[in-house]
């Protein structure tokens, strides 16, 4: 899974419970936001800020079971490009 991908996923889902309970929190619009300044910033600082965030983001997904070990992992894997 790519930070891409799990941006579509939470975007579907999001669509999914509007329609059933009428309310969103277009939530997944942050990560994407936060994503897009990592490849478009040059200041490095910043990127690691995002980059951490996103961390953040994923771990958050992760401790809530939306995304299991596997996609966790290919994440961490994309965002800082080590496996853990």
């Keep these: 899974m790519t930070i891409q991908e799990l941006i579509e996923k939470m975007e579907k889902t999001e669509e999914k419970r509007c329609m ?35 961390w953040g983001f994923i771990y958050g997904m992760y401790g809530a079971h939306f995304i299991n070990k596997t996609e966790y992992e290919q994440l961490i894997y994309e965002l800082y490009g080590f496996k853990i």
């Design 20 to 54: 059933k309970y009428k309310e969103h929190n277009g939530v997944y619009g942050v990560l994407a936001s936060w994503h897009k300044k990592t490849q478009e910033d040059n200041n490095t600082d910043d990127i690691e800020t995002y980059k951490n965030y996103i």
